[in-house]
């Protein structure tokens, strides 16, 4: 791996508490950005883990210092791998979003935010430090634009793999914040 960039086979517990301890641990005293493979059991499954947590590694912002482990990043580990199918979904999903300029950000950002909460305007709306309301005009329009219903569990399926799908696909960054709201919190 790059320096600064260490992909990590985890040995046991990737969801355990004590391991994310020590991620947390890695991160404060060393910045080093890490992927973390699942738990295995034999060293014969070494090789495979060392793959997995570099495949993560990957879907890390370089020099970010952020310890990703790999059965938290599944979507962004695949997409990360099909730059072609990461494109085709952010088109299909979020194409006339991407294309509405000045209030791509905003809708790009409540999206996501909204998504993240369960779909919970008022928690959506106190993290982007608006009211409820805009998030639900917000999540309309974005309904409006690409012709799905935000009650559909598919078309929230969608919209979240194409927001993960963003960084892979070349076709736009990630949303930057709408002036005054702030940046989400990472979670």
Do not use: K, M
């Amino acid at each position: 791996a790059p320096a600064g960039r260490d992909a990590a086979a985890a040995p046991s517990g990737g969801a355990d508490p004590a391991v994310r301890v020590l991620l947390a641990a890695l991160r404060e005293r060393t910045g080093a950005t890490a992927g973390v493979s699942p738990e295995f059991d034999r060293l014969s499954g070494a090789g495979r883990a060392l793959r997995l947590a570099e495949q993560t590694l990957r879907t890390l912002p370089a020099g970010s210092g952020e310890a990703g482990v790999f059965d938290d990043r599944l979507a962004q580990v695949l997409l990360s791998g099909r730059t072609d199918i990461a494109e085709r979904i952010v088109t299909v999903h979020l194409g006339p979003v991407l294309a509405t300029g000045g209030e791509r950000a905003a809708l790009l950002t409540t999206l996501r935010a909204w998504l993240d909460h369960g779909c919970s305007a008022s928690r959506a709306a106190e993290q982007l430090y608006c009211h409820r309301n805009t998030v639900l005009n917000r999540v309309g329009r974005v309904a409006e634009l690409t012709g799905r219903s935000s009650e559909s569990g598919e078309a929230r399926l969608g919209w979240a793999l194409a927001l993960r799908a963003l960084p892979y696909a070349g076709l736009a960054t990630p949303p930057e914040p709408a002036p005054g709201e702030h940046e989400p919190e990472a979670g």
